[in-house]
């Protein structure tokens, strides 16, 4: 039998036995409660103010009101996030003691209900043992009842909406809501899961992370296609015109001989005729003349390990042949890209000139601007040939800057052989 209490007495005696919740989502009040005792199977304890529940033939049930009347339209299972049942233990024959939890598989009346009803346990949810031992009585005992609430909300058609409690060990007594004296009537309490709130400001940049370490080395990639490379298939006489990648065929190009009168470096005269292969300008003291003279066989320049740029310029000179070679003569200058400040010559021949003795001199030419002068630097021999005589080698401190010229000048007066191809004498010439 209900026990109605003023809902501000109700309040009041809450806050003083500290309920478990100061705040909760949906509270649904219990409807009906009672207890069986095999002990008795024919006694109802509809109307009792205490409430024992042990695990030798005491049982405490528990009615609960309609989900439907407390839950927001709609709600599903879902939608809940925890479900717990309250109780009041008023106090138990052993500490260690720890409810069973079972949902009743049909529907009872508080006032009729005995032990020979024939109320049982439902399949699902299945019971279980609450992990809570109870024990410091009195006080508010909570159970999570979450899956037999949830089954509730997905099967209203329930005709029990019961819970049974009986204990693992000794004997726990609860107050009823007919105990006037606390009024500590049972409740569940379902927590709902509510929607998402808004998003929140994006947080502080976190500090930078140290550098990870260096990753294994890729694979080998695959080759390239092989380029065009350098054209080759000139003919003798041809030089590379150019390189475009695409037209293989005109690269090669026979250079035009002859040309017009050129005047010489040494600007004194002018050449009388066209050159031949093989012939270069040179001059003497009165004429510029096409001579089978000094043919560079290489013009370079190098770095050495000191930082300093040095020119090396090699010569081949004939000396007599079957062209009669005037007393004078010179090859053409070599234009420095780049300033030195020593200079060094030598000559060698391959073999005994001749019995007449010449002289090798190297010179310079200096850019004036609009014109070039032209010195003496130095002699390599003035006795080369003389029978014996077939190499030289000096050296001078003379400073060259950038468009300055160098040039070799041979003296002899007389042609060293009437026949034959002449003898051939290597020069170097080094500016560093």
């Given at each position: 039998?209900t026990?109605?209490?003023?809902?501000?007495?109700?309040?009041?005696?809450?806050?003083?036995?500290?309920?478990?919740?100061?705040?909760?989502?949906?509270?649904?009040?219990?409807?009906?409660?009672?207890y069986?005792?095999?002990?008795?199977?024919?006694?109802?304890?509809?109307?009792?103010?205490?409430?024992?529940?042990n695990?030798?033939?005491?049982?405490?049930?528990?009615?609960?009101?309609?989900?439907?009347?407390?839950?927001?339209?709609?709600?599903?299972?879902?939608?809940?996030?925890?479900?717990?049942?309250?109780?009041?233990?008023?106090?138990?024959t052993?500490?260690?003691?720890?409810?069973?939890?079972?949902?009743?598989?049909?529907?009872w009346?508080?006032?009729?209900?005995?032990?020979?009803?024939?109320?049982g346990?439902a399949?699902?949810?299945?019971?279980?043992?609450?992990?809570?031992?109870?024990?410091?009585?009195?006080?508010?005992?909570?159970?999570?009842?979450?899956?037999?609430?949830?089954?509730?909300?997905d099967n209203?058609?329930?005709?029990?909406?019961?819970?049974l409690?009986?204990?693992?060990?000794g004997?726990?007594t609860?107050?009823?809501?007919?105990?006037?004296?606390?009024?500590?009537?049972?409740?569940?309490?379902?927590?709902?899961?509510?929607?998402?709130?808004?998003?929140?400001?994006?947080?502080?940049?976190?500090?930078?992370?140290?550098?990870?370490?260096?990753?294994?080395?890729?694979?080998?990639?695959?080759?390239?296609?092989?380029?065009p490379?350098?054209?080759?298939?000139?003919?003798?006489?041809q030089?590379?015109?150019?390189i475009?990648?695409?037209?293989?065929?005109?690269?090669?190009?026979?250079?035009?001989?002859?040309?017009?009168?050129?005047?010489?470096?040494?600007?004194?005269?002018?050449?009388?005729?066209?050159p031949?292969?093989?012939?270069?300008?040179?001059y003497?003291?009165?004429?510029?003349n096409?001579?089978?003279?000094?043919?560079?066989?290489q013009?370079?320049?190098?770095?050495?390990?000191?930082?300093?740029?040095?020119?090396?310029?090699?010569?081949?000179?004939?000396?007599?042949?079957t062209?009669?070679?005037?007393?004078?003569?010179?090859?053409?200058?070599?234009m420095l890209?780049?300033?030195?400040?020593?200079?060094?010559?030598?000559?060698?021949?391959?073999?005994?000139v001749s019995?007449?003795?010449?002289?090798?001199?190297?010179?310079?030419?200096?850019?004036?601007?609009?014109?070039?002068t032209?010195?003496?630097?130095?002699?390599?021999?003035s006795?080369?040939?003389?029978?014996?005589?077939?190499?030289?080698?000096?050296?001078?401190?003379?400073?060259?800057?950038?468009g300055?010229?160098?040039?070799?000048?041979?003296?002899?007066?007389?042609?060293?052989?009437?026949?034959?191809?002449?003898?051939?004498?290597?020069?170097t010439?080094?500016c560093?």
């Open positions: 039998m026990n109605p209490v003023q809902p501000l007495l109700r309040a009041a005696l809450a806050t003083a036995v500290l309920a478990p919740f100061a705040a909760r989502a949906v509270e649904i009040p219990v409807r009906s409660d009672s069986t005792d095999s002990a008795n199977p024919t006694v109802n304890y509809g109307s009792a103010t205490l409430l024992p529940a695990g030798t033939g005491k049982t405490v049930l528990f009615k609960f009101k309609s989900m439907a009347t407390f839950l927001p339209a709609g709600t599903a299972s879902s939608d809940i996030a925890k479900a717990m049942l309250h109780v009041w233990v008023r106090g138990s052993n500490n260690s003691a720890r409810f069973v939890v079972k949902r009743a598989n049909a529907d009346a508080e006032g009729t209900l005995t032990a020979n009803t024939g109320l346990d399949a699902l949810p299945a019971p279980f043992t609450d992990s809570t031992a109870i024990n410091n009585l009195p006080q508010w005992v909570s159970v999570d009842v979450s899956d037999i609430v949830k089954y509730w909300v209203p058609g329930d005709p029990g909406r019961s819970i409690l009986t204990t693992t060990v004997e726990v609860l107050d009823s809501k007919e105990n006037t004296d606390t009024s500590h009537a049972a409740f569940v309490d379902v927590t709902l899961i509510g929607p998402a709130g808004p998003q929140g400001p994006t947080g502080a940049t976190g500090a930078t992370g140290a550098a990870g370490a260096t990753g294994a080395t890729g694979a080998t990639g695959p080759t390239g296609a092989t380029g490379g350098v054209p080759t298939g000139g003919s003798a006489g030089v590379l015109a150019k475009d990648g695409t037209d293989y065929n005109t690269q090669w190009t026979t250079p035009t001989g002859g040309g017009s009168n050129a005047t010489s470096l040494q600007g004194t005269t002018v050449a009388s005729t066209a031949t292969n093989g012939q270069v300008l040179t003497d003291s009165s004429a510029s096409w001579k089978p003279m000094d043919i560079p066989q013009f370079n320049f190098l770095i050495n390990s000191g930082n300093s740029t040095i020119l090396s310029a090699h010569y081949i000179t004939i000396i007599g042949g062209q009669a070679q005037s007393s004078n003569e010179q090859d053409g200058f070599r890209s780049a300033p030195c400040s020593k200079v060094s010559m030598n000559a060698i021949s391959n073999t005994v019995s007449n003795t010449y002289t090798i001199k190297l010179r310079k030419a200096t850019n004036t601007g609009s014109s070039y032209y010195s003496d630097v130095m002699t390599c021999a006795n080369f040939g003389g029978g014996s005589v077939r190499s030289c080698n000096t050296s001078s401190n003379t400073s060259f800057v950038a300055d010229g160098l040039g070799i000048l041979v003296t002899g007066g007389t042609q060293a052989h009437n026949t034959g191809g002449g003898v051939a004498v290597y020069m010439v080094t560093q």
